[in-house]
């Protein structure tokens, strides 16, 4: 176990370097110049070769970058160019606004897509099954963006139940906080449900068709019996990986959500960044989803023997 744990590791240590580099590369791209957007347009050209200088952008790239990295391992991200505050502060607050909604969605969403999908595939081919798949499709095919107009408009509108914009912290008001995160939180639970159903429903079938669940019944076990306490720990193991999937997607592009609902999230000051040019806070916005993603994932890898001890072995 000790050492699948250390592979793991190991594995993602390169996968970091190459997204540090890849974001920086990506900032570089952008076109502008940072030292002239912090000065405006009235600026000097001394003044602005001056901050050029400050800021480290008159060295060559592979200079910059060991210079950016060893800022990063040591907390310091940077400054924003239109408020002047610390990126890493002001990064970190608005990511535990994004994590507290797609948290809470994955695990709803899980909770009630992953029982369907087993229950779909012990039921295959009933009006159960077709039922729960079709219904799984649809929810695929919409985009989030219209849907959570659309349960904006009736809850929030139509009904009057839901708070319609704003962003209040579950810390600071705990039911004020979880109506107005209500509707962000259901528009993603609906989303990503049809996804987890049909990944649920695939895995078990294959569980299904093995020759132990076959001799399991064969020893007069109950349904219920071979299909939670045989199948499902077996089949479970995809589906785990899938939502590992989903939750670091969610992390990264939660900013169409956040826009609708003006949620001050990481996606949202993302977007408000690029708008802004604000190179620092974007850079800072990227690394930040891209090292939550890699974290997702390795936690993912590291839980999986829980389900399949025979990762492990291999």
């Known amino acids: 176990m000790l050492r699948f744990i250390l592979s793991r590791l190991v594995m993602a240590l390169p996968t970091i370097v ?55 391992l040591h907390g310091d991200f940077g400054t924003s160019i239109v408020n002047g505050e610390a990126v890493l502060p002001l990064v970190a607050s608005r990511f535990l606004v994004s994590a507290e909604i797609v948290v809470v969605a994955v695990l709803l969403a899980s909770l009630i897509a992953v029982p369907a999908g087993v ?18 499709t649809i929810l695929l095919s919409i985009p989030t963006f219209w849907l959570g107009l659309l349960l904006l408009l009736f809850f929030g509108l139509t009904l009057g ?4 914009l704003g962003y209040v912290s579950v810390g600071d008001d705990l039911v004020g906080g979880l109506l107005y995160l209500a509707l ?28 132990y669940i076959t001799h399991a019944r064969a020893k007069g076990l109950s349904e219920s019996a071979v299909l939670w306490h045989h199948t499902f720990k077996n089949a479970f193991g995809p589906t785990w990986t899938m939502i590992g999937l989903i939750l670091g997607n969610l992390l990264g592009g939660i900013a169409v959500i956040e826009t609708v609902f003006t949620i001050p999230g990481l996606g949202r000051l993302m977007v408000d960044s690029i708008f802004a040019r604000d190179y620092p806070v974007i850079q800072g916005c990227l690394l930040f989803v891209s090292l939550s993603y890699v974290l997702v994932n390795l936690v993912v890898d590291l839980l999986y023997p829980l389900f399949d001890p025979r990762v492990v072995a291999e």
Not at 121 to 134: H, K, Y
Not at 161 to 164: F, G, T
Not at 188 to 201: P, S
């Open 18 to 72: 190459l997204v540090s580099v890849t974001v920086f590369a990506l900032i570089r791209f952008i076109p502008g110049d940072p030292a002239a957007l912090m000065l405006g347009d009235m600026a000097q050209p001394d003044q602005i070769a001056a901050m050029r200088t400050e800021l480290g952008l008159d060295r060559s790239l592979p200079q910059q970058f060991l210079i950016w990295a060893g800022n990063v």
């Open 119 to 136: 229950i779909a595939a012990w039921r295959q081919n009933s009006l159960t099954d077709l039922a729960l798949v079709g219904g799984a």
């Open 161 to 164: 139940w839901l708070p319609v």
């Open 184 to 211: 962000p939180v259901m528009t993603l639970v609906i989303h990503e449900m049809g996804v987890l159903i049909r990944m649920a429903r695939a895995s078990t079938l294959e569980v299904l068709r093995l020759d």
